[in-house]
């Protein structure tokens, strides 16, 4: 990690920089606060300026001045192109109206199934969890969906213990079979690399390391056996431009992204 | 109207909830942090309510509160957590320790088994549960085939909680109660618990003329012909905010969770904020003036906490 701060920019700084680049311009991106929508309006700010970000307080495609604190942040009513509510932000993406969500998980398999209930058994669990909030049900309904997570054993495991949220089920087909509308994980986002889904297995598969990292730190940090795709290669680092956004424009507080905040 | 048979649904915290039996269904309002009807959780605790079977769709310290103190016997939501400050401390002991039984949801199929209720049907599709465990451990989840196009859904089992109680802006004595703002935030999810209870009881922050709920038609999510009771305790989310009245009182929040790390931390709070007080109009003495003014008028420090 030291050597990629030393090399121009943090943990927390790649991988918003590579969520950013999977937001194409004139999605509808269904976000929560934090680092998706520091995303989101990275993307807005460059490469998507038509980028229509969504939050599951019913605000639809705001244009805020300064960067909001929370989901409810009054910045975020201001200009938008509607406010209404839970229900109706939620119902958005049962028709099929939300291009992009973004996730975080506690635990997950190789197809991309994320556990955010419990860890160990459900009803005796060593380490009860949230649940799955509004997860479920973007990775459900989105069109396609991106889970953001720090790489490690305890988060990248061969079985989740419990499915909150559907990825690729047991693969090919298994969410068609299941009858779940969304396309599913399109990627994987970590501070170490950026993985894919081979579109024959829908297993993960190494598609980028991040500069400074090697294939086998990520073999090491996670808890399954993973391939690499065919066209594996170093993920494009942070542009100048996109860090003096981040830096000076849209977080220029540190409030989302923490300058420190390593593995 | 001099004559009028309409009647008065009024009465305090303690009248409302005595008449919640042990092991009722007790459906909660609001979101994460966010208007949970506080008042009443803490009249509930107080009165030893015990085998609850707490329902809600996106929930946080209003549960996390009565599972610490022993009301709940099973929980049922998407969500139970303090948001940016993290896990429900309680809620974690009391599932790991198998004192409570939890019956887990998406958000949206947490709100359709009210939905199918206000509807009057006993059950609506979904599709977002699918081929996940939230179909394995939850028995209100059942995969069913539409007749019309063979297409798998899950059928989500309405629920008609004994009890729903909520939190609110304003009433009249009738019970026709409102929010300040239609349609903002979580607004649209409160209505359909609200209308899928045998019992309705709804705090608020003002009584207010029936006059003045004409003025504003728009504004009530709900009339009295669903409230059974209304009871006027102001700062009655603290300390959860209360969308444009008041904000996060984030000193105790965060007092909230550090107590909750331990049951002898929690034990404290309770006696401290809840059992040894005699009642909300006691509670809002204790936590001062100067407490709930700094609740109401503080900026946000707390990042993402709307956040589920």
């Known amino acids: 990690m030291s050597d990629r701060i030393s090399a121009g920019f943090t943990a927390d700084e790649i991988m918003t920089v590579v969520t950013a680049r999977h937001i194409a311009d004139g999605d509808t991106v269904f976000i929560g606060t934090g680092l ?18 969504m939050f599951e307080s019913g605000v639809l495609d705001p244009r805020p001045r300064s960067i909001a604190k929370a989901v409810g942040d009054p910045r975020l009513i201001s200009t938008a192109r509607r406010t209404s509510g839970m229900l109706d932000s939620l119902l958005m993406l049962h028709g099929g109206r939300v291009d992009l969500g973004v996730l975080g998980c506690a635990q997950i398999d190789r197809f991309g199934n994320v556990n955010t209930t419990a860890i160990g058994s459900y009803q005796r669990p060593s380490t009860r969890l949230p649940g799955s909030g509004g997860a479920n049900d973007i990775a459900s309904c989105a069109r396609r969906h991106l889970i953001v997570a720090r790489h490690s ?11 909150t949220t559907p990825g690729h089920l047991t693969g090919p087909g298994a969410r068609e079979r299941a009858g779940l509308p969304g396309g599913g994980p399109v990627g994987v986002v970590t501070d170490l690399c950026e993985f894919g889904f081979d579109p024959a297995t829908r297993e993960m598969v190494i598609a980028t390391v991040h500069p400074g990292v090697t294939v086998d730190d990520v073999y090491a940090a996670t808890g399954f056996d993973v391939g690499t795709a065919p066209d594996l290669h170093e993920t494009p680092p942070p542009s100048a431009a996109e860090l003096d956004i981040l830096r000076t424009r849209i977080d220029p507080d540190g409030v989302y992204l923490k300058p420190n905040r390593n593995r | 109207m001099p004559g009028s048979r309409i009647p008065e649904r009024l009465v305090t915290a303690s009248e409302a909830v005595s008449v919640i039996p042990d092991g009722a269904t007790v459906a909660i309002g609001g979101h994460t942090l966010r208007r949970h009807p506080m008042a009443l959780v803490r009249e509930i605790i107080r009165q030893r309510k015990r085998d609850l079977h707490l329902l809600g769709w996106n929930n946080g310290i209003d549960m996390d509160m009565l599972v610490g103190a022993g009301c709940a016997r099973a929980v049922e939501t998407s ?11 309680n809620l974690r002991r009391h599932v790991e320790s198998g004192r409570v039984r939890t019956v887990d949801h998406s958000e949206t ?6 939905r199918a209720t206000a509807l009057g049907v006993d059950f609506l599709p979904n599709r977002t549960p699918l081929g996940t465990d939230l179909m394995t451990y939850n028995d209100g989840l059942v995969e069913i085939t539409s007749p019309f196009t063979g297409q798998t859904y899950a059928a989500v089992r309405g629920v008609e909680p004994d009890f729903v109680i909520l939190h609110a802006h304003c009433a009249d004595v009738h019970g026709n109660v409102q929010l300040d703002e239609a349609n903002w935030g979580d607004n649209t999810v409160d ?3 609200g209308r899928a209870g045998k019992h309705v009881i709804v705090s608020v922050e003002e009584v207010v003329s029936t006059d003045h709920i004409r003025a504003n038609p728009r504004r009530t999510f709900l009339p009295r012909e669903y409230v059974t009771a209304v009871v006027h305790a102001p700062f009655g989310a603290h300390p959860c905010c209360c969308d444009a009245r008041y904000g996060y009182d984030q000193a105790e929040l965060r007092r909230y969770q550090e107590a909750a790390g331990t049951a002898e931390g929690f034990e404290d709070y309770l006696a401290d904020r809840v059992t040894s007080v005699a009642d909300h109009w006691a509670y809002l003495d204790r936590v001062g003036v100067a407490g709930l003014l700094t609740a109401a008028t503080a900026p946000s420090t707390i990042q993402g906490a709307d956040a589920a």
Not at chain 1, 36 to 53: D, F, N, S
Not at chain 1, 154 to 161: A, K, L, N, S
Not at chain 2, 79 to 89: D, I, Q
């Open chain 1, 36 to 53: 998706p929508m520091v995303a989101a309006y990275l993307a807005k700010a460059t490469h998507a300026p038509g980028v229509a970000l």
């Open chain 1, 153 to 163: 054993r305890r988060t990248f495991v061969e079985r989740v213990d419990y499915l």
């Open chain 2, 79 to 89: 969500y139970v957590g303090m948001g940016p400050l993290g896990l429900a401390r």
């Open chain 2, 109 to 114: 199929t947490a709100i359709d088994m009210f």
């Open chain 2, 191 to 193: 209505p359909f618990i």
